[in-house]
């Protein structure tokens, strides 16, 4: 599993460099080899055990991206317990929530944040404990583990379970509250194995990292690829155009990737002056659709033929364009080794021929167990005969290359991040000048989608767009807070009462 091929690295290359940590807070990069990882990785397992963490309890990790949220997941995972990453953006409410549904034991967060987040730690009985860090420097986390020997982890075992829950990645839906998909050692190593094999990973490969590592995207397909690979990874604390293309040519990496709007601005950070990333073995694009002009930019730029890819939370990866044959402008490739894909009629079930678009539905040991303490909505992700319905409309070429062309369920990408329209007219509907709200996403050359709220106001209220947008953004996560908001006496509904999107898009997405 996973675990152990990492666990056999640092006892074999202990003297390569894992992580090399570069941030605007340190004068110079901080390194890890491998040797170290491990033994650090001990001492935390040790200090979460001290702690009373065991098997299946959930470790709440909201810290911004740092070494110690690293140490902190892998130990957690380690240990048998589950780690459950989130965005440090969430402010109180949706933290709440999270913690809650969880049923966190242990929080870790932002020593910046404490006050910010202390009222979404109140009332929530299986939390034992808050532990704040600064990371702009590791020290806080150095007194948490210095008391403790690697030996101390000793006799804990890591998980021989594969169907074991290690890591919880909440992911919202159309309807109701966001929920905790559940993936577990085996997924993690299914998926890592299937990734190996499709884009080749090598044990002197360089990885610059500059995703955040609370998503799928940045935490298992980058960083545990790496890990996975015995490879060493350059990890930016965050994403700066001028730094990454610095990083990419001087370095030199041999690994990158990224989400749209990542390498819309590289495209922009290069415009004066171009480079060629020709060097580089594998560059991916994610997280969503990657337009076409964006895909020839990029070539005309660097010189380098994105390799596009899809995958979900839920699944990790499942197609992808090949590293050897043609990356196809628009398609998002071919399944992955182990991943079974299916197009089918979403009315009737019923297999499609090539060329007709369907419901995407996939099948393979990369797919999740199910979602947190949710038996109905697990049991309706899936079909009879097992396969997860990806909520995404596809169609796959008679010479087997996946195209999405839309989604089934109302959901907006914007920069890479999901957002669920009825999570923000939720919030919406908490306001009280706001009678009703319809969420749409409008085309945008920059974050893919932006997110505008129509919004009928309550009567004789009076409110204005910058309230709505204050309102939402102290209640949301900044990415999902709308851009624009455009007040209607009415929104259009069909007979049953639905609002037709497709209508307001039409109206206010010129
Ligand atoms: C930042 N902002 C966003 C945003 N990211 N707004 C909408 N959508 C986003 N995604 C806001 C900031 O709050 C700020 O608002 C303003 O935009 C400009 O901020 P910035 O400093 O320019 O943004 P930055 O921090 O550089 O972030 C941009 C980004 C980031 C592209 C680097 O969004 C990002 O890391 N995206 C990657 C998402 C990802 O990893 N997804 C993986 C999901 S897993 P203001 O108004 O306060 O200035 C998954 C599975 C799979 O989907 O297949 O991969």
Same mark, same amino acid.
């Given at each position: 599993m996973f675990l152990d091929t990492l666990q056999q690295f640092c006892l074999r290359q202990s003297n390569k460099i894992a992580i090399e940590f570069v941030d605007e807070h340190f004068a110079r990069a901080k390194r890890v080899r491998y040797g170290e990882l491990e033994q650090i990785v001990l001492r935390t397992m040790a200090m979460l055990r001290v702690r009373g963490v065991g098997p299946g309890d959930r470790v709440a990790i909201q810290l911004p991206k740092c070494l110690p949220f690293v140490y902190l997941h892998l130990a957690v995972m380690r240990l048998g317990a589950i780690s459950l990453p989130l965005n440090t953006g969430y402010p109180a409410r949706e933290l709440a929530y999270f913690l809650g549904d969880a049923g966190a034991r242990l929080y870790f967060g932002d020593a910046a944040a404490q006050d910010a987040v202390s009222p979404a730690l109140a009332g929530l009985p299986a939390l034992t404990e808050a532990i704040f860090l600064d990371c702009t420097s590791n020290a806080d986390f150095d007194k948490l583990v210095d008391p403790l020997l690697p030996e101390d982890a000793a006799g804990i075992r890591t998980p021989a379970d594969p169907d074991?829950?290690?890591?919880?990645?909440?992911?919202?839906?159309?309807?109701? +509250?966001?929920? @905790?998909? *559940?993936?577990?050692?085996?997924?993690?190593?299914?998926?890592?194995?299937?990734?190996?094999?499709?884009?080749?990973? +090598?044990n002197d490969d360089v990885l610059l %990292?500059?995703?955040?590592?609370? %998503?799928? %995207?940045?935490?298992?397909?980058?960083?545990?690829?790496?890990?996975?690979?015995?490879?060493?990874? $350059?990890? %930016?604390?965050?994403?700066?155009p001028a730094q990454a293309l610095a990083t990419l040519v001087q370095r030199p990496c041999s690994v990158f990737m990224g989400v749209p709007t990542i390498h819309r601005r590289l495209v922009d950070a290069a415009a004066a002056n171009p480079v060629s990333l020709r060097h580089l073995r594998l560059i991916t694009s994610g997280s969503d659709r990657l337009p076409d002009d964006l895909f020839a930019a990029f070539e005309a730029t660097f010189g380098y033929r994105l390799l596009e890819r899809y995958g979900m939370s839920e699944t990790s990866m499942l197609i992808s364009n090949p590293l050897h044959g043609e990356r196809r402008v628009g398609a998002v490739g071919l399944p992955l080794p182990g991943v079974e894909v299916r197009i089918v009629d979403p009315e009737?079930?019923?297999?499609?021929?090539?060329?007709?678009?369907?419901? $995407?539905?996939?099948?393979?040991?990369?797919?999740?167990?199910?979602?947190?303490? +949710?038996?109905?909505?697990?049991?309706?992700?899936?079909?009879?005969?097992?396969?997860?319905?990806?909520?995404?409309? @596809?169609?796959?070429?008679?010479?087997?290359?996946?195209?999405?062309?839309?989604?089934?369920?109302?959901?907006?990408?914007?920069?890479?991040?999901?957002?669920?329209?009825? *999570? $923000? *007219?939720?919030?919406?509907?908490?306001?009280?000048?706001?009678?009703?709200?319809?969420?749409?996403?409008?085309?945008?050359? *920059?974050?893919?989608?932006?997110?505008?709220?129509?919004?009928?106001a309550a009567p004789g209220m009076t409110v204005s767009e910058q309230e709505i947008i204050d309102y939402c953004r102290a209640h949301l996560v900044h990415y999902k807070a709308p851009r624009t908001v455009v007040f209607v006496a009415d929104l259009p509904r069909n007979a049953m009462g639905k609002v037709q999107k497709a209508e307001l898009r039409q109206q206010f997405c010129a």
């Open positions: 074991a829950t290690c890591l919880m990645i909440y992911t919202s839906g159309t309807t109701g +509250q966001p929920k @905790g998909a *559940e993936l577990t050692h085996g997924n993690l190593t299914a998926n890592l194995a299937s990734l190996h094999e499709a884009w080749g990973w +090598q %990292h500059v995703l955040p590592i609370f %998503h799928v %995207h940045g935490l298992v397909v980058a960083l545990h690829g790496a890990l996975n690979a015995g490879a060493t990874t $350059v990890m %930016h604390r965050r994403f700066d009737t079930g019923a297999l499609l021929p090539a060329d007709t678009v369907g419901e $995407v539905q996939v099948r393979g040991a990369n797919v999740f167990k199910g979602y947190w303490r +949710q038996p109905e909505k697990s049991a309706a992700a899936f079909t009879a005969d097992g396969w997860f319905r990806t909520g995404d409309l @596809g169609m796959c070429a008679p010479d087997g290359y996946y195209t999405l062309k839309g989604r089934s369920k109302d959901l907006i990408i914007s920069g890479g991040f999901n957002v669920y329209p009825p *999570e $923000v *007219e939720l919030v919406l509907a908490d306001h009280p000048a706001v009678a009703a709200s319809a969420v749409i996403g409008c085309p945008d050359a *920059e974050w893919g989608e932006r997110i505008v709220a129509v919004v009928v």
